[in-house]
């Protein structure tokens, strides 16, 4: 192990002095044709944050017509692939609100292309279509190789509180399985929830993490909101309850959002990560941005195609 620290110290020595990054950045990411527009603004903001250290932009398939994956297929350093069907309704809409908002098999899919993307690299930063890279991820995916994961918390208070949002079916069939001091620890009040939709995985989280959850894939129910959550129909969070009894399980560190050290070689690097367009500022790497395409003027435009642009 000491020898190994070592080759990897110079690695990293040898290829910063040439100016180039340690390793390549690959990214996990799912879209379907009605968030076609901003899975657009997300690869436009990593080409041109993070275009010179990109292994691959991997993006799966929820649902594209033919044109949108002609026109990914194009796109430089970007591949598209189609999600293992774990369950036959995996990616089935699914209404989860009394407002009328449909999701694709309650974000069961998650763990599902998560473990494909793993099966294809050593390490992955999931992130959802809805967001946007404004600086490059060298030390991102430099501290999910050395630490082997980066996990963030959900926003703090009641509503991210894993005790308000835990479905029984989740209680009954996988906390209750658990240690006592791990029960109590899922339902504590100081529990929260993490963001399901930014997580730095390596291959090291396999066994423990991602596989569990990608077996649980095939029980759609566990996904559901069934309305026996504490704060009722609509407010469960599906994958985001399952993903954080794991985290907290394992005992994993969980950033808090917002401003965070970043540890990476025993140096604690300053970050900003948020969702509110309000506290961003020059230090800020990932813009949690949702429908937010219009941020600076949008990224869309920073793509770059193989041959004549689209």
């Avoid at 069907?85 to 998650?110: C, E, I, S, Y």
Wanted: charged content about 25%; aromatic content about 12%.
């Amino acid at each position: 192990m000491k020898f190994y620290n070592l080759f990897v110290c110079f690695r990293i020595f040898v290829f910063m002095s040439l100016g180039i990054s340690a390793i390549p950045h690959y990214y996990c990411i799912p879209a379907d044709a009605k968030h076609f527009h901003i899975l657009k603004n997300l690869i436009g903001s990593i080409h041109k944050e993070d275009f010179k250290d990109l292994g691959e932009i991997a993006i799966f398939d929820l649902g594209f017509n033919q044109v949108q994956r002609s026109e990914l297929a194009r796109m430089e350093k970007v591949k598209v692939y189609d999600v293992e069907m774990t369950h036959p309704d995996l990616l089935r809409p699914f209404q989860t609100h009394l407002n009328g908002r449909r999701v694709r098999g309650f974000f069961a899919w998650k763990p599902v292309i998560i473990k494909q993307a793993l099966d294809k690299f050593p390490y992955i930063l999931y992130i959802d279509a809805g967001s946007t890279i404004l600086k490059s991820l060298d030390d991102f995916f430099e501290h999910i190789e050395e630490h082997g994961y980066f996990l963030l918390s959900g926003t703090k208070g009641a509503i991210g509180c894993q005790v308000n949002r835990i479905t029984k079916p989740v209680v009954d069939r996988i906390v209750k399985k658990r240690p006592v001091a791990e029960q109590m620890l899922i339902l504590s009040e100081n529990s929260y929830q993490i963001d399901a939709g930014l997580q730095g995985l390596s291959r090291k989280m396999l066994d423990n993490y991602v596989m569990p959850m990608y077996q649980h894939s095939k029980e759609l129910d566990l996904f559901e909101d069934d309305g026996t959550a504490k704060f009722g129909y609509g407010e469960g969070r599906h994958d985001q309850t399952l993903f954080t009894v794991y985290a907290l399980c394992l005992k994993l560190h969980i950033y808090d959002e917002g401003w965070l050290n970043l540890s990476i070689r025993g140096k604690a690097i300053p970050v900003h990560i948020h969702w509110d367009k309000k506290t961003l500022n020059e230090n800020t790497v990932i813009y949690r941005s949702r429908h937010d395409i219009k941020f600076q003027g949008g990224k869309t435009k920073f793509i770059k195609y193989n041959g004549r642009r689209i």
